[in-house]
């Protein structure tokens, strides 16, 4: 089974950045779109970003578009989730997960494998 492994998480101040990373130990990267997630302690995962097997195409949640970007370097086995503009309501665990359909999905159910998390805080 793929392992999924994020880094780039941290605190910052409102109005600040992070860039995500998320590595991938399978070889076989590229046949599959990834996503981003987050969650809150007792509240249900909330999709943020995924993107196409290819990088071709993307979406992003509403609340986090224009402020977000997913990118990914297949050559690298790696997604990435730049995250711009933070405001407090974007603190969260972030998850990056594997799609098993090998498309793009904002829904949680159709991915296969994930991430441990990481942890954004953004202060006000």
């Known amino acids: 089974q793929v392992q999924l492994v994020e880094s780039g998480g941290g605190s910052v101040q409102a109005g600040g950045s992070l860039r995500l990373s998320c590595v991938a130990s399978?070889?076989?990267?590229?046949?599959?779109?990834m996503g981003w997630f987050r969650q809150a302690p007792e509240k249900e995962r909330e999709f943020v970003a995924a993107?196409?097997?290819?990088?071709?195409?993307?979406r992003s949640a509403d609340s986090v578009r224009g402020r977000f970007t997913i990118s990914r370097d297949n050559a690298r086995n790696t997604v990435y989730l730049q995250m711009n503009s933070l405001k407090p309501e974007d603190t969260d665990v972030y998850y990056c997960?594997?799609?098993?359909?090998?498309?793009?999905?904002?829904?949680?159910?159709?991915?296969?494998?994930w991430g441990q998390g990481t942890q954004v805080t953004v202060s006000s």
């Open positions: 997960a594997r799609c098993s359909g090998g498309y793009l999905s904002n829904n949680p159910s159709a991915h296969d494998s």
């Open positions: 399978e070889r076989t990267f590229s046949n599959y779109g």
């Open positions: 993107i196409s097997r290819s990088g071709g195409n993307t």
